[in-house]
């Protein structure tokens, strides 16, 4: 995710980057990366006059986060795709927190579940996109990594009064009228909200063709030299102006000497201009005990209906 200070009113912050930081907010990705003290989970807010205090405790709490607060609020209070295949588990709610992997909801750190399970997904998301290693790759540069935040903008349903005035969340942050309308511009529009987009100034993620390994094997692959490597994949870092002007990540100063304090003088004095980042590994499996890409909630267990799910948790099997 970008990092954004909480110093909106600052002078190095013009109008353009004033109004790309309200976009941002207005879809929850206003991120502070935290390192987290502990490994406790950061807390959530209840609602949108909480997420002031939650931030600011879950920072006297010494807790690492890599979304924040407002952003989670979104997933639990914006509506699901409840096109998605969910075979034969029954969601426990109707939010975005609640996927077929999760269908209780269980909150993990501040991640919404259905951004995390399914790619490419349909509204804005904090996370920039490196690479899809997969092994089809032609379906790769046809259907995902165009579909990429990197190159096209995400749309959802945001607040028509969005203002950075207050500084508070309620002030830019969608109304519960209208906030379930993500999916549908024109229910979203109807309802008093606004329908509104944003995207990252990146490139497409690459595709990568995957190495080949043995069937839930983690180990070396085969292609590398003697088969004794890891699968892995090079990234090029971006540029400072890449990270700073492309993907809306805050730059800010910081002095040499609040990492080595026992410096001479004159190197402890200097300071050094700094980006942060967390990178992310998804591990997402598509068997082929159904179709993939044509599978969806049509296909949902309904034995009332005649419909048999292709895959069941725990089945019964004629021995």
């Known amino acids: ?172 942050f969608p109304e519960s009228d209208y906030v379930q309308y993500n999916l549908n511009q024109t229910d979203c529009e109807a309802n008093g909200g606004e329908w509104s987009c944003f995207q990252w100034n990146g490139e497409e993620p690459e595709c990568v063709e995957s190495y080949w390994s043995k069937v839930n094997h983690l180990g070396n692959v085969d292609g590398t030299t003697r088969g004794g490597k890891q699968a892995h994949y090079d990234w090029k870092l971006p540029s400072w102006s890449e990270l700073t002007e492309d993907h809306s990540c805050w730059p800010y100063e910081y002095s040499i000497n609040q990492v080595y304090p026992t410096l001479p003088q004159a190197d402890a004095a200097s300071t050094i201009s700094c980006v942060r980042m967390v990178s992310r590994i998804r591990y997402n499996i598509s068997t082929m005990d159904y179709d993939p890409y044509k599978t969806n909630s049509t296909h949902d267990y309904d034995p009332q209906g005649g419909i048999l799910s292709p895959i069941e948790e725990n089945p019964e099997v004629d021995v």
């Open 1 to 172: 995710p970008e990092t954004v200070l909480n110093t909106m009113g600052s002078s190095v912050c013009d109008s353009a980057c004033k109004n790309r930081l309200l976009e941002m907010r207005k879809h929850g990705l206003r991120m502070e990366l935290m390192n987290g003290g502990n490994t406790n989970t950061p807390d959530d807010a209840q609602n949108v006059n909480d997420i002031g205090t939650r931030y600011n405790t879950n920072n006297d709490d010494n807790e690492g986060r890599h979304e924040s607060e407002e952003y989670y609020h979104l997933c639990e209070t914006r509506r699901q795709n409840t096109g998605l295949f969910h075979a034969d588990q029954d969601l426990a709610g109707a939010t975005q927190k609640y996927t077929r992997q999760n269908n209780a909801g269980t909150r993990r750190g501040l991640e919404c579940p259905e951004e995390r399970d399914y790619y490419p997904w349909w509204n804005p998301s904090p996370w920039h996109d490196i690479a899809i290693i997969t092994p089809d790759v032609e379906y790769c540069r046809q259907h995902q990594a165009p579909e990429s935040q990197n190159v096209k903008a995400k749309c959802s349903c945001s607040n028509p009064g969005a203002s950075l005035a207050s500084g508070t969340a309620s002030s830019w």
